[in-house]
C-alpha cells in the first residue's frame, strides 16, 4: 500500500490492519504496565504513533509492527512514570535460581500453586523478562518475532525466557519472595 | 559444552524454536550426561505449560476499542488523552493484581462475577452470529479462501491473518474431512473458520481465543433450524454449526475434542 492514499482509504488501511491485533496490544501493555488505566493510556499513545508512522508500513506481519511500536511507548511511557524502585541486576537475581532437584516434582508444584501465585509472580517479574514471557506464552510469537519486537538478538531472547521461566519457579518456591 | 552454556538453549529446546543442528547435537549431548540439565529442561516446559493455562490474557475493554477508533481523525488534533484519563478517575479503580493478598480473592471473586454478567445473554447472541456466518458462507459461495483437506496446508495460511494459531485437526478417518478455511467475523473480531464436510453436508467449525483460560463443556443448541454446539478447550472458543442432526454433529466434536 502506497502512501498516495487519500485520507478515508488510509484510514480503512489502517483499521484493517490493526483491529485483529488490539487485544494483543492491550494485553502487552497490561503487563508491561501492570495497571489497567497505564495500559489505556499507553494503547491510546500506541494507536496514534502506529497511525502517524502507517505510511512506513510495508505490509507483512501487522502484529509484530503493532506489538513493537505498543513495546516501545511502553518502555518510554514507563521510563516518564518510573517509580523510584531499587535497582536488580541479573547476578543477584540468578542467586535466586536454585538448581531443580534431579528429579524433581516441577510439575506437581505448578499444579497446585494456584492461578493467583502464578499471576502474581509474573506481574513481579523483572520488565524484560516479563516482557518475553508474555510475548512467548500469550501470544505465542515465535523468537524471531519477539527478537523483532523487542529489537533484541534471537540469543537474548533464548537467555531472558531460560532465566525468565527459572526465577518465575524459583518464586513460586518461595525462595525469591520479597 | 556446559551447564552454562546449555542454560540459554534450554528455553529454545523446550519451545521448539531457533536451534541450529550444531547446537542441538552439543545440547542432546550434554543433556544425555547431566541430570541437573534435563530436569531443568522439565522445569522450562512446566513452567510454560502453567503459564499458558493459568495466565489471562487481558482483552482490551469494548469502551477502549470504540474510543480508539473514534480518536482517529483525518490526521490532526491527538484525542485529549487527559480528558479520557479525567472521566476515567471518576470510575472506580478495581484491580485484583494491584490489591493485597488478602483482597485478592475477593477480587477475583468479583472479577469473575461481572465476566459472568457480561457473558450473560451472550451465548444467544453468538449462537445467532454463528448460524448467520454459516448461512452466509454458503449464500456466497464463499466457503474457503484456502481450499485444501490438508491441515498442514490450512493452519499456516492463518499465519499473519489471525492474532492467534487455531488449531485445525484433519477428521477425514472419522468420517469428517477438512475441506478448507477462511477468515470470518464474529463476536466483534477476526476468527478462523474451519470447513468440514460428512456426506452431503457441511459443517463451519469457529475458533478464537476465549475471554478466560479453560476448558467449558459442550453445550447444544438450535437456532433457524441449524444445529449449533459450543464448547471451550484450553482457551479456545468453539462453534460449530451444520444441518447435521444433533447427534450426528456430537460425535463431530467428540471426534474433533479426541483429535486434538
Same mark, same amino acid.
Given at each position: 500500500?502506497?502512501?498516495?492514499?487519500?485520507?478515508?482509504?488510509?484510514?480503512?488501511e489502517?483499521?484493517?490492519?490493526?483491529t485483529?491485533?488490539?487485544?494483543?496490544?492491550?494485553?502487552?501493555?497490561?503487563?508491561?504496565?501492570?495497571?489497567?488505566?497505564?495500559?489505556?493510556?499507553?494503547?491510546?499513545?500506541?494507536?496514534?504513533?502506529?497511525?502517524?508512522?502507517?505510511?512506513?508500513?510495508?505490509?507483512?506481519?501487522?502484529?509484530?509492527?503493532?506489538?513493537?511500536?505498543?513495546?516501545?511507548?511502553?518502555?518510554?511511557?514507563?521510563?516518564?512514570?518510573?517509580?523510584?524502585?531499587?535497582?536488580?541486576?541479573?547476578?543477584?537475581?540468578?542467586?535466586?535460581?536454585?538448581?531443580?532437584?534431579?528429579?524433581?516434582?516441577?510439575?506437581q508444584?505448578?499444579?497446585?500453586?494456584?492461578?493467583?501465585q502464578?499471576?502474581?509472580?509474573?506481574?513481579?517479574?523483572?520488565?524484560?523478562?516479563?516482557?518475553?514471557?508474555?510475548?512467548?506464552?500469550?501470544?505465542?510469537?515465535?523468537?524471531?518475532?519477539?527478537?523483532?519486537?523487542?529489537?533484541?538478538?534471537?540469543?537474548?531472547?533464548?537467555?531472558?525466557?531460560?532465566?525468565?521461566?527459572?526465577?518465575?519457579?524459583?518464586?513460586?518456591?518461595?525462595h525469591?519472595?520479597g | 559444552?556446559?551447564c552454562?552454556?546449555?542454560?540459554p538453549?534450554?528455553?529454545?529446546?523446550?519451545?521448539?524454536?531457533?536451534?541450529?543442528?550444531?547446537?542441538?547435537?552439543?545440547?542432546?549431548?550434554?543433556?544425555?550426561?547431566?541430570?541437573?540439565?534435563?530436569?531443568?529442561?522439565?522445569?522450562?516446559?512446566?513452567?510454560?505449560?502453567?503459564?499458558?493455562?493459568?495466565?489471562?490474557?487481558?482483552?482490551?475493554?469494548?469502551?477502549?476499542?470504540?474510543?480508539?477508533?473514534?480518536?482517529?481523525?483525518?490526521?490532526?488534533?491527538?484525542?485529549?488523552?487527559?480528558?479520557?484519563?479525567?472521566?476515567?478517575?471518576?470510575?472506580?479503580?478495581?484491580?485484583?493484581?494491584?490489591?493485597?493478598?488478602?483482597?485478592?480473592?475477593?477480587?477475583?471473586?468479583? *472479577?469473575?462475577? !461481572?465476566?459472568?454478567?457480561? $457473558? %450473560? &445473554? /451472550?451465548? #444467544?447472541? =453468538?449462537?445467532?452470529?454463528? @448460524?448467520?456466518?454459516?448461512?452466509?458462507?454458503?449464500?456466497?459461495?464463499?466457503?474457503?479462501?484456502v481450499?485444501?483437506?490438508?491441515?498442514?496446508?490450512?493452519?499456516?495460511?492463518?499465519?499473519?491473518?489471525?492474532?492467534?494459531?487455531?488449531?485445525?485437526?484433519? *477428521?477425514?478417518? !472419522?468420517?469428517?474431512?477438512? $475441506? %478448507? &478455511? /477462511?477468515? #470470518?467475523? =464474529?463476536?466483534?473480531?477476526? @476468527?478462523?473458520?474451519?470447513?468440514?464436510?460428512?456426506?452431503?453436508?457441511?459443517?463451519?467449525?469457529?475458533v478464537?481465543p476465549?475471554?478466560?483460560?479453560?476448558?467449558?463443556?459442550?453445550?447444544?443448541?438450535?437456532?433457524?433450524?441449524?444445529?449449533?454446539?459450543?464448547?471451550?478447550?484450553?482457551?479456545?472458543?468453539?462453534w460449530?454449526?451444520?444441518?447435521?442432526?444433533?447427534?450426528?454433529?456430537?460425535?463431530?466434536?467428540?471426534?474433533?475434542?479426541?483429535?486434538?
Amino acid at each position: 500500500m502506497e502512501p498516495a492514499l487519500t485520507a478515508a482509504p488510509f484510514a480503512r488501511e489502517f483499521d484493517r490492519v490493526t483491529t485483529p491485533h488490539l487485544d494483543a496490544a492491550y494485553n502487552l501493555a497490561r503487563w508491561l504496565t501492570r495497571d489497567p488505566h497505564d495500559a489505556e493510556d499507553v494503547v491510546q499513545e500506541a494507536y496514534l504513533r502506529a497511525y502517524r508512522f502507517f505510511s512506513g508500513f510495508r505490509g507483512g506481519d501487522g502484529r509484530a509492527w503493532l506489538l513493537a511500536i505498543v513495546r516501545n511507548t511502553c518502555h518510554s511511557w514507563l521510563a516518564r512514570h518510573r517509580r523510584p524502585q531499587a535497582f536488580q541486576d541479573f547476578s543477584e537475581l540468578e542467586e535466586e535460581l536454585a538448581a531443580p532437584q534431579d528429579d524433581g516434582p516441577e510439575q506437581q508444584l505448578l499444579r497446585e500453586c494456584d492461578r493467583q501465585q502464578l499471576v502474581r509472580a509474573l506481574t513481579q517479574l523483572p520488565l524484560d523478562f516479563r516482557e518475553v514471557l508474555v510475548l512467548r506464552e500469550l501470544e505465542e510469537l515465535s523468537y524471531q518475532e519477539i527478537a523483532d519486537i523487542a529489537a533484541v538478538p534471537i540469543g537474548t531472547v533464548m537467555s531472558r525466557l531460560s532465566r525468565g521461566r527459572r526465577l518465575l519457579r524459583a518464586r513460586l518456591e518461595g525462595h525469591g519472595e520479597g | 559444552m556446559e551447564c552454562q552454556d546449555a542454560a540459554p538453549l534450554l528455553a529454545a529446546r523446550a519451545d521448539g524454536q531457533a536451534l541450529t543442528a550444531a547446537q542441538a547435537r552439543e545440547l542432546d549431548e550434554h543433556l544425555d550426561g547431566c541430570g541437573p540439565c534435563r530436569a531443568r529442561l522439565r522445569e522450562q516446559r512446566a513452567v510454560s505449560a502453567a503459564l499458558r493455562q493459568s495466565v489471562p490474557r487481558y482483552p482490551m475493554p469494548e469502551d477502549l476499542r470504540t474510543r480508539l477508533r473514534a480518536g482517529l481523525p483525518a490526521g490532526e488534533a491527538a484525542p485529549a488523552r487527559s480528558r479520557w484519563r479525567d472521566l476515567l478517575q471518576g470510575a472506580t479503580r478495581f484491580d485484583g493484581l494491584r490489591l493485597g493478598g488478602a483482597f485478592a480473592a475477593g477480587a477475583a471473586l468479583a *472479577l469473575g462475577l !461481572q465476566l459472568f454478567v457480561a $457473558t %450473560g &445473554g /451472550r451465548g #444467544d447472541r =453468538l449462537a445467532d452470529e454463528v @448460524v448467520s456466518g454459516h448461512v452466509r458462507s454458503l449464500m456466497a459461495q464463499h466457503l474457503a479462501d484456502v481450499a485444501s483437506s490438508d491441515h498442514h496446508t490450512v493452519k499456516p495460511w492463518f499465519a499473519g491473518k489471525l492474532d492467534f494459531s487455531p488449531p485445525v485437526t484433519d *477428521l477425514a478417518a !472419522q468420517g469428517y474431512p477438512l $475441506t %478448507g &478455511g /477462511r477468515l #470470518d467475523y =464474529l463476536d466483534s473480531r477476526a @476468527v478462523a473458520a474451519l470447513v468440514y464436510r460428512h456426506g452431503p453436508h457441511l459443517i463451519n467449525l469457529f475458533v478464537w481465543p476465549a475471554d478466560r483460560p479453560g476448558s467449558a463443556p459442550l453445550a447444544a443448541g438450535t437456532s433457524r433450524g441449524y444445529n449449533v454446539l459450543h464448547w471451550q478447550r484450553d482457551g479456545m472458543n468453539y462453534w460449530a454449526v451444520s444441518d447435521l442432526n444433533a447427534g450426528e454433529l456430537k460425535t463431530f466434536a467428540g471426534a474433533l475434542q479426541a483429535g486434538a
